[in-house]
């Protein structure tokens, strides 16, 4: 059995890459094999923890919304193998750019879930600090961290020729970069400049799409008619497909990237081809647009479940580890929700901090105004009224 | 008389041009089976078929540009830009193409380009969800816009718009989706691209649009408590704007107050109290006075109520203009 | 011999393919040599007809400007087989949607070399009627006529199906659009959207990019690593390369990719690799930036020469057609200077008849102003102080 | 003291502020080998390599992106666009990205971005190549904006630009690339977001930046031939504008005109008139008048000069304030 995808047909020669399959059966895969080989049950207990930690958190998520403790959520459930998969290769010292949905990139990154949990909370738009874990805010905008992420990649290649030149070549090996995006956003015209780009400067990004088969109700084969990873061919470089819920299918593909990355092999793309089994986020409604069907055909083939019975067959691995580790995530949510309770809103007054970095005129004015307005208000109670329209996507 | 929400009535407006004129066609992302993210384009993919409401690739740019073509091929297609914050990818088309297509021409080419974006704050979502960008838009020739306060104009507007051989770009006031109001459709309305007198008074005048027009009434009515008669204007066209009924309007109140979402600097309330003073110097009692937001990027939903200008703003600005 | 390139080496398996060789010799290529095997030598000198034609009309623009009479022109030495081998095998019906450089597309469109100069004459932005001559006008935002151009095609694919549905199926064969652009412009965003949504709508619209090896400055290899043609595969359609000296293989390939276009066989793409053998414009400076060598090489690829030996050594064709075609186009260039030199601007006032197709109070308003504030002035100057800049690109 | 023009100016500003820090880039099209298509640029690339002035992609998104993503780096990437008209396909990244990132990170990311656009007609060139949008841009906040007139100002403003931790969009004035100045080298001025009183008088102001700098003093050098004293400033800073230093002024006047080249509906003659009426109120012997483009595309070079201001249009609004 293999994953059910809009574009088997036309997928044509480019192969699937799968090292892990829907049983929990190892498959060899002359290319990719090689990358994994040296995984530890340890390694696989690490990559099982932090899935099955994302999808904890992604459920309080969902939970803490609904009780009307976040603005939003985007639930990631589904993904869990392309983005532990994906991030758990690169080092510290890598700068990872992600979209909107990359909670289990940025946990393994270190971000805590409550830091990231700002952002939803509507507290600020950013949450974490981008330098003390390489890995950049969420945005928004579809596609546009993309050219930040090539830009990036262009600077560290640059630092590496600035310090070879004067004569002191740096004894790390080089850093890559890696950009998120989904099959939807693949189609933004910042995509495309960010390919040529990359190519032109050999940067060292990997491309890496998680092609869950939506954007919100639009399925993939509105996008295009072949697997994305067929376009890298179009600008020169390598493009793999993998599958996307198999962690050690992502893990290798990714090792095998971010070598050629740093070995100044240019750019690499990854179509991790995967599915977003809940809702685009907590306002949206999947079954207006999709059958119960295609998710339980997703259903069958949950990342999490394959690497859990792997680890049971052929590790025996047994029931207390997922006990222990249920549990932990159940502390883990426990917390969260208890500092996202507490978490309170900056005065809006440190807005006017923000905007600029150096002394700006009209913000000192406007922030002056602000205050005197705020002070005219002499009741306890706040100016504002709180009419609000309550609807968002 | 049929009472609807603005959303449904810019639902039944398109439905209505839909059936009128074959050539009429929605384009945007996720219009169709979800009816978009807001539910405005709900049943129409199953009304009119998957041929006329297009649920597109993700893509702004190919959204309006492919619609210019398509316009150029005698189709009047209705863009629907999901969220205000995701219309810049599409700048490009929108202000070198679908704006100056006609004049390029010397009058030969037409492109009868609808652009719906859903607009404006205080809705509780996440960043770029929540921007009021009109401004952007008005400063280019070429382009027309109209922004409906109520489920009257929603309706009739939706339609005037695609009738419109210039592209015209609607601002939908989102966080007034749910608002409901009574629409008359059996009379056609007037000219879409004039401002109206929503509500009388002689002291002051209130211009306001889009989601901020119930909170210029509600100012209007507060004031009268203490005493002041404030008219109020629903400025409906952003461009071309009706100065003639703003301006007949400070000429007898004497004071002019705009308010607008978008941050006050380089907003159009600053072309509108230039235009205004210009042609009513002599009348005005004190300087046309603006409130709009701050200079700053639309900030997270916990503060946002501090950043979009209130109720108590418009007072505050209506004292201001009272003590000079 | 075949044409220097700057991508050969990384052109892998995408044939290039040639119909007349350098030396006028005729190639054989299974794939598309059928395409003009009902080519009449009157066809063959039709077309060295029109290429000679563009060419001369061209010098006449350079000079032209040179002596101030245009405030621009855009030269197209070089390109005369890809944009008349392009455009010859379209029908009336179909649509093009050109750059700017296209002259010798419009003048196989029927649109006059003294409509065409009216744009580099300053007095129009346009210049002649696009439904007239289904060609539209030329755009100066790179790359932003080619999402219309997917836009129109996708109106033509409309318009059939509700002839069908109303039981009234077209007797005519399906339009077909083209879509010109350039090497440089192949890197805009709206490139890539364009060919998304013209996969994604199977519109009948042929990409043909004019590979000229320059954009301005910046040669070929910063825009990509491997031939142009080569991301179609990317989008699940075909791209065809095509020596864009050879007009022969150009008429061939345009009609292989018209015949598919009107089967409804989804888009196409041409790379017609050629070479803008002048400036960019007159007011650009080639040796700036590239070698007399290089121009050399492709001079020796001259499109028109190859033809004029092929009609001399395979058809006969004997000296008295080639000067009369020239003496022909020296007058065709003759009254076109007449023409050009008896331009007038239309009033300024005009223009404020066309920004909007509809009234608009503004517009109305200010153009009151406008003639209030002429009418001010009495003297029989023009009121203009007439100081210029006098530089452009 | 060193007599040079503009264009060299912006040249030797840019040499400078490469050679003292290694951090500086520039990238854009054809910004190297050809020097810049109006020469800006010459010579850089030879001088200080193709690792440090990028002949790029013909992309403005990729561009500008890519910068953003440099400057995340630690990098002070200046991009050139290579004609205002094709500033929009970089608008996204500009607006959405480049001005946001800044506050996105609660302060914590800076991405100090210069952006050289060269802008403004009367150049005799053909579609989208003599366009005036920085009101475009004013509007959105995370960003700055220069626009010198002079040869001083474009040789330091680029390296202020540079130095600023905030991205800056410098609006060269193209068609005053040759026009002549004296440049201090040695002694570097002050505040660049500043605006300066670059000929006094008493009895009307009129503002003016960029490529009408000139055209306003003429202006002030005509009125004073017919007994008038005009005040002339030069506003170099569009965003922030120097508010202070205009309403000094027109508090002394009484009477402002602003001319632009940009269209004036929309334009940032309403935000200065608006605010500054509101400011001297009761200074004001006549309404805050502007000049600018009026509401229609561009026009083709043959009447462009009907288009934009001159001379004589400055001297007719300050007729027109004199007549109040
Ligand atoms: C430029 C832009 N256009 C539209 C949107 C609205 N929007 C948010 S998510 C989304 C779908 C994205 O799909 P995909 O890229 O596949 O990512 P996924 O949500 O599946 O992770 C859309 C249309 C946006 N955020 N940005
Ligand atoms: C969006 C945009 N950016 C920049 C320019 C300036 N420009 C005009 S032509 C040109 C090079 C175009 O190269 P190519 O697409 O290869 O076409 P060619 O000129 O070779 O025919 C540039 C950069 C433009 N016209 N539009
Ligand atoms: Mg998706
Ligand atoms: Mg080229």
């Not at chain 1, 403790?69 to 010292?93: H, I, Y």
């Not at chain 1, 070879?164 to 956003?185: H, Q």
């Not at chain 2, 050539?23 to 979800?34: A, C, N, R, T, Y």
């Not at chain 2, 009574?182 to 005048?205: C, K, L, N, W, Y």
């Amino acid at each position: 059995m293999t994953a059910p995808s809009h574009h088997d047909a036309a997928a044509g020669t480019l192969p699937r890459h799968q090292l892990l399959d829907e049983r929990g059966e190892v498959r060899e895969d002359p290319a990719l094999s090689p990358y994994v080989e040296d995984l530890t049950l340890e390694d696989l207990q690490h990559l099982y923890r932090s899935m099955t930690a994302a999808r904890r958190v992604d459920k309080e998520g969902t939970s803490l919304q609904r009780q009307g403790q976040l603005v939003l959520w985007v639930p990631l459930r589904g993904q869990e193998a392309a983005q532990v998969g994906s991030a758990w290769p690169t080092r510290p010292t890598d700068r990872l750019f992600p979209s909107y949905r990359e909670h289990a990139v940025a946990f393994e990154r270190g971000v805590r879930p409550a830091e990231l949990m700002q952002l939803f909370r509507g507290i600020t738009a950013g949450g974490w600090d981008p330098e003390e874990h390489q890995m950049n805010l969420y945005t928004m905008v579809l596609a546009s961290q993309v050219p930040h992420a090539v830009g990036y990649a262009m600077g560290t290649a640059l630092d590496r020729r600035a310090a070879e030149s004067e004569g002191t070549p740096p004894e790390t090996e080089p850093e890559a970069v890696v950009a998120y995006f989904g099959d939807g956003a693949s189609t933004e015209g910042e995509i495309h400049e960010s390919m040529v780009f990359a190519a032109s400067y050999d940067a060292p990004v990997l491309f890496f799409i998680q092609n869950n088969q939506w954007a919100i109700s639009v399925p993939f084969a509105t996008q295009s008619r072949v697997p994305l990873a067929t376009r890298a061919a179009g600008y020169g470089f390598e493009g793999l497909r993998v599958d996307g819920n198999d962690v050690l299918g992502v893990v290798a593909a990714t090792r095998y990237a971010l070598e050629k990355l740093r070995a100044g092999e240019g750019p690499v793309l990854i179509e991790a081809e995967t599915y977003r089994m809940g809702a685009h986020t907590t306002a949206d409604d999947p079954t207006k647009y999709r059958e119960r069907d295609e998710e339980d055909e997703w259903g069958h083939l949950d990342p999490i479940e394959r690497l859990r019975v792997h680890l049971r067959t052929h590790h025996d691995v047994d029931d207390e580890f997922f006990e222990t580790v249920a549990r932990e995530n159940d502390e883990l949510a426990h917390e969260l929700r208890a500092e996202v309770l507490a978490m309170t809103p900056p005065a809006f007054e440190e807005s006017f901090a923000k905007a600029y970095a150096e002394p700006h005129s009209l913000v000192e004015a406007e922030r002056a105004e602000y205050l005197d307005y705020q002070a005219g208000f002499t009741t306890q109670d706040d100016p504002r009224d709180t009419e609000t329209g309550g609807t968002g996507a | 008389m049929t009472q609807m929400t603005v959303a449904k009535a810019i639902n039944a407006g398109l439905a209505r041009a839909m059936e009128e004129n074959p050539k009429v066609m929605l384009m945007g992302e996720d219009i169709g089976s979800l009816g978009g993210v807001y539910r405005v384009t709900e049943g129409l993919k199953s009304r009119f078929g998957a041929h006329r409401v297009l649920d597109t690739p993700l893509g702004e740019a190919g959204i309006v540009g492919t619609a210019v073509g398509l316009a150029e091929r005698g189709y009047r297609p209705v863009c629907e830009i999901q969220f205000d914050g995701f219309t810049f990818p599409a700048f490009n088309q929108i202000t070198t193409q679908l704006a100056k297509i006609h004049a390029r021409s010397d009058g030969r080419l037409t492109v009868p380009v609808t652009i719906r974006i859903p607009y404006g704050g205080v809705i509780g979502s996440v960043e770029h969800h929540s921007e009021s960008p009109e401004a952007l838009f008005a400063h280019t020739a070429g382009l027309r816009i109209l922004a409906p306060s109520n489920a009257q104009d929603a309706y009739w507007m939706s339609q005037q718009a695609i009738a419109c051989d210039d592209p015209v770009i609607i601002f939908e006031p989102k966080r007034r989706y749910w608002l409901k109001g009574d629409v008359d459709e059996t009379t056609s309305p007037g000219d879409p691209f004039s401002a109206s007198v929503i509500r009388e008074g002689h002291e002051a005048t209130v211009v306001a649009w889009g989601p901020l027009v119930p909170v210029a009434l509600a100012a209007a009515q507060a004031a009268q408590e203490d005493g002041r008669s404030v008219e109020v204007i629903d400025l409906r066209s952003l461009s071309p704007v009706d100065f003639d009924t703003v301006t007949a309007s400070v000429r007898k109140t004497g004071r002019l107050v705009i308010a607008h979402e978008a941050p006050t600097f380089g907003g159009l309330g600053g072309e509108i109290a230039a235009r205004v003073t210009e042609r009513a110097f002599y009348s005005l009692e004190a300087p046309v006075l603006r409130v709009g937001a701050y200079h700053l990027p639309y900030p997270p939903a916990a503060v946002e109520d501090h950043y979009v200008p209130d109720l108590d703003r418009v007072l505050e600005a209506l004292d201001r203009s009272f003590a000079y």
